[in-house]
Each structure stands twice: as C-alpha cells, then as structure tokens.
C-alpha cells in the first residue's frame, strides 16, 4: 500500500537544473517528514534534505545553497529543486518518509555531464 514514485531525473549539463518530485501515498503524508537521499553507484546511500511537516527544511552540506525542498500537503508531494547541479550530484535520488523509513521507491536517475 505504501508507494512512492519519484520522477523528473534527467541527463543534464553542469551548472542545469532538475526539478524532482515524488508522488506518495499510501499513509498520512501530511503527518510525515519527508527526506531526499541519493546513491552514486558503488557508493553509500546519502542523505540530501528534509523537510518539516509544516515545510521546514534543513540541507546536507553538499547540496546548501543549490537544492531546495519543499512540500504540498494538499497534493501528497515532496519536491526536489536542484540548481547549479554539478558532477558529483550524479546519483539515483529516491524520496523516503520518517513514517515509513525501510520503504523505498525505484528512485529516478540524475545525471549530470557535458
């Protein structure tokens, strides 16, 4: 019953823009924190932010400053804007909520090279 489907990665060229969303259903998304994490190949899976139920966010040090978070509670969304995107944030991002925090979706593909 719990699903997430995350969408919106792409090929994209150093210093472009991604905007990421992630559809979620399945429990109280507007009592839940959400979080984005992503996984370069052969390396750990890294927490990139979350956000507040009420849509306070805080970042990881990698990504302060070019990623935004945000959140529509009417919608069930979870959203990743990421700017100024740069080599290493190449990775598979995936959405993931507190409520639920050993559930994974298939994540979505980013990209990024010239």
């Known amino acids: 019953q719990v699903q997430l489907v995350e969408s919106g990665g792409a090929l994209v060229q150093p210093g472009g823009s991604l905007r990421l969303s992630c559809a979620a259903s399945?429990?109280?998304?507007?009592?839940?924190?959400m979080r984005w994490y992503r996984q370069a190949p052969g390396k750990e899976r890294e927490w990139v932010a979350i956000?507040?139920?009420?849509?306070?966010?805080l970042y990881a040090n990698a990504v302060r400053g070019r990623f935004t978070i945000s959140r529509d509670n009417t919608e069930n969304m979870v959203y990743l804007e990421m700017n100024k995107l740069l080599p290493e944030d190449t990775a598979v991002y995936y959405c993931?909520?507190?409520?639920?925090?050993?559930?994974w979706g298939r994540g979505t593909q980013v990209t990024v090279s010239s």
């Open positions: 956000i507040s139920t009420t849509g306070d966010p």
């Open positions: 993931n909520a507190a409520a639920r925090p050993n559930f």
């Open positions: 399945g429990f109280t998304f507007s009592r839940s924190v």
